[in-house]
């Protein structure tokens, strides 16, 4: 029980402050963390996998890019800093593949949300989709390969800034564009199994 006096010491308004908590737990409903269970299996070795993967490609180019930029170490080794951010972009992209083969996996192997079982579901998908797709292809055209895969962390600037789209629309438009990717994707296969399904009625 909670003390209605003034805390004579620190203890006592540690004490206090726990019993609260304890108290406020036993209220809180737990509902929205037991259906977000339902969806999410955590355990799944697929979904452990591509979290990892997730995490480890942005890890992974921005460390090699720094210690590119601090001693210049994949530019000795290739005898030129473009030899060398070529290669890095070309790691990059297959880390990606593999980024995207592990999530596909792990989509399929995760539990389904029957909310997206409708038309609607689909059409949100395909349009996330598209933008990311848009936004990714944009940036790309306006970096270029050298400005994409981290160029200026080996010595070759661009003349200036680019500021055309979509850069003029938001900061970090790739980083953008890739989320709306994968989260169109995260949606799709539900869609996927839903006209699958229905083919064999239409025969």
Known sequence: LLTTGKPDSLNDRVTNWRSAMLCLMTVVDLSAMTLL???VNVMDPNFMV????????PLFWNLVARWEHRNRSLTRIFGSPY???????IVIILLNFLRSHCFKEAMKSQPKLPLLDCLLGYCAS?????VGILLVTSSFLALGFIGTFLGDY???????????????????????????IY?????????????????????
């Open 50 to 57: 591509a979290v990892l993967s997730i995490a480890f490609n």
């Open 154 to 180: 080996f010595g070759i600037l661009m003349e200036m800034k680019v500021s055309s789209f979509p850069f003029d629309l938001m900061k970090n438009p790739m980083y953008w564009g890739s989320t709306s």
């Open 183 to 203: 989260f169109g994707w995260a949606l799709m296969p539900f869609t996927e199994e839903i006209y699958r399904s229905k083919a064999p009625k239409c025969e």
């Open 37 to 39: 269970s339902d969806y």
């Open 83 to 89: 030899t060398a951010c070529y290669f890095l972009g």
């Open 126 to 130: 395909v349009t996330l989709i598209a």
